[in-house]
């Protein structure tokens, strides 16, 4: 009588013997399988990975191990059932490999276990949506590669020419020591931006000084400077680093601060590195000529989000993976439901997008968002986009014009006739003010 042989074992040794990686996720995205093959491909023990979460995303991971099977993690459609095709590539993989997903359900009714396989079995039909997804997917696994955390990923990811010409600067700014300056709209995180061009500067550099113009008076400001100028020796002995100061909207920084700082420079008491934040280019408002251009070498114009939608579909799938790494698992949106995203204002910038990826993630019931899981403000825009329009004649010239006038009149009343004070309170030069005055034949020499 033949010697009955483990079941277990006959498969271990099957799978052993195959010549492609073959590897299982639970249901519960762990990794619990790899055979030899895989082993060699990935020149890693299968056994250590046993147990590592496989979440869905392209973020940097701390654990060499964890960043290995993020890598080897099937599409969130394969959990729910669905035989796919896709690439994947892990960290130690040169580029993407075709796999082949197979789920199997499970004893819990609409769980699925998933065998990846790294070669593809050409399955006839693709949805066309998915392999979207799936380029979306392997975009963003390419940004991680190529910027290796150089940058904040969510600000300057996207193919759009002015989001390119930004990453372009952005490595300009932290290869160098020039004096940078970061105009971009409310919710597009300027400060995040700022701070990555010197934290992602080489190992030695001096120290950051983070200064809020809104909050500076002329006292404040002068005791900031001087005492972290005085606990400099402290932190460099006989080394010629430069230290920096971050102004955090400067548009907004007063008259008086202006003058103080026009009076270091002229004394040649200055010695710092300047990053500055603002809604506004410093040349368009009043400010003092001496401290704007030693404060803006460089300007790094980043553009609202409105005006580089293109770049939506990749900015919003990055949100949703940043979810997944911590939350359930979704493969991406629907083609209808980025169509709607591309066609919002956002007002709100890139803060507001990642809020309403948050809540549609929320709201969505399967591995995909849909259009329906998007918060009403979406809809009720799309809705009014809808609505016919009247095209009565606006003359835009004269209407501007006047709305100005009456704007001049108000800040002049405030600043009791004082012209260099109510261009300060607009946001314009005094020359422009003078203007405007004489055009409406109610000029009163002071």
Known sequence: MPQRRSMT???KRFFASVKVPVFLIDAQCRFAYGNTALATALNVDPSTLVGRKCQYHSLPVDDPLDELVAGLCPPPDAFGGATLCSTVQPASFPEPVESTWIPLPTSVKGQFAVIGILASLRFPEKDPTFEQLQKLHGQLAAFRDEMRRQHPLDLVIGM???TQKVRTQLHLATSSDMNVSIVAPQGCGREKIARSVF????PLQGRLLP????LLDTELLETSLASFQSS??????????????LFLDIDRLSHECQLLLDRLIRQGAWDYRV???S?????EIDFLPLVSGTFTTLTIRVPPLADRSDDVPLLAQHFLERLNRDGEQHGGFSRTALEHLQAYNWPGDLEQLAQVVQEACESAHGTRVEVADLPKRIHWYMEDLKQPQENEPIQLDEFLRSIEQRLVNRALELANGNKAQAARLLGITR???????AEAGSENPE
């Open 9 to 11: 074992g006959e498969l």
């Open 160 to 162: 759009h020419p002015s």
């Open 199 to 202: 934290y992602n500067r080489p």
């Open 211 to 214: 200064l809020s113009c809104d």
């Open 232 to 245: 400099r020796a402290e932190f460099f002995t006989g080394v010629d680093v430069p230290d920096t100061l």
């Open 275 to 277: 990053l500055t934040t």
């Open 279 to 283: 809604a506004q280019e410093l040349e």
């Open 431 to 437: 020359t422009r003010v003078i203007r405007r005055v």
